[in-house]
C-alpha cells in the first residue's frame, strides 16, 4: 500500500537485522529473489594483541533491498531478520539518491567508516577526485576531515575521509557570499 513516504514498487527499504547477521540476511535475500546491497569497508579490528583486517558492515544492523509489493517470499521470514523499518507494518522508502551516494563511497575504494549518528553541521558537495558531486555532512573529528554520507531513515551515517580543499558548501536558498570559510565542527 502506497503511503506518504513514496513507498512504491523498486522502492530502497531498510531491513533490520540480529548483529552479525548481515551476511546471512543477504544471502537469504538473494536466493529469495531480492535486489540486496549491504555496504562494507574493510576495518582493521583488535583481538588478544593482534590486529588484522576484516570486512564488516558499515551500517551494522541493517540491510537494504527493493521493495516487492506482493512478494513470493517474505522478507521477515528469512533467518536473522527483526524488521523492516518504517512506521508499524508500512516499511519506509529510502531515497534513491542516499543509496546511490553511499555505493558510490563503498565503489571509491577511499577509506570509509560507521558513524555513530548524523550531527549538524554543513552541507557540503566534493569538487575533486573519485567522490566528485557527491553531497554530504562535513564534520571534524581527531583532527580527521570527514564527509558523513547518511541514511536519514536510520540515523546512520558513514564517514569518508575528505580533504576541506576538495569540497564546497553547498548554498542555501538564502544566498552566502561564495569567499566565505567553510566552519567545521
Not at 558537495?125 to 576531515?145: A, I
Request: include cysteine; charged fraction near 25%.
Amino acid at each position: 500500500m502506497d503511503n506518504d513516504n513514496n513507498l512504491r514498487e523498486g522502492s530502497w527499504i531498510a531491513v533490520q537485522v540480529r548483529s552479525g547477521c548481515e551476511h546471512a540476511v543477504q544471502s537469504g535475500l538473494q536466493q529469495t529473489g531480492y535486489e540486496e546491497f549491504l555496504p562494507t569497508a574493510v576495518v582493521r579490528q583488535s583481538r588478544r594483541g593482534t590486529v588484522r583486517r576484516v570486512r564488516s558492515a558499515l551500517f551494522p544492523g541493517y540491510i537494504f533491498c527493493r521493495y516487492i509489493r506482493y512478494p513470493r517470499f517474505r522478507i521477515v521470514e528469512i533467518p536473522g531478520v527483526i524488521r523492516l523499518v518504517g512506521i508499524g507494518k508500512t516499511p519506509l522508502a529510502i531515497p534513491e539518491t542516499e543509496i546511490e551516494s553511499i555505493r558510490r563511497v563503498v565503489d571509491s575504494g577511499v577509506f570509509a567508516e560507521p558513524w555513530d549518528h548524523i550531527q549538524t553541521g554543513q552541507t557540503v558537495v566534493v569538487k575533486n577526485g573519485p567522490l566528485k558531486g557527491l553531497r554530504g555532512t562535513f564534520m571534524r573529528r581527531s583532527q580527521t576531515e570527514r564527509l558523513i554520507v547518511g541514511v536519514q531513515l536510520l540515523g546512520r551515517a558513514v564517514a569518508v575521509e575528505v580533504n576541506s580543499n576538495d569540497v564546497r558548501p553547498v548554498k542555501s536558498p538564502v544566498s552566502e557570499p561564495a569567499d566565505l570559510a567553510l566552519s567545521v565542527r
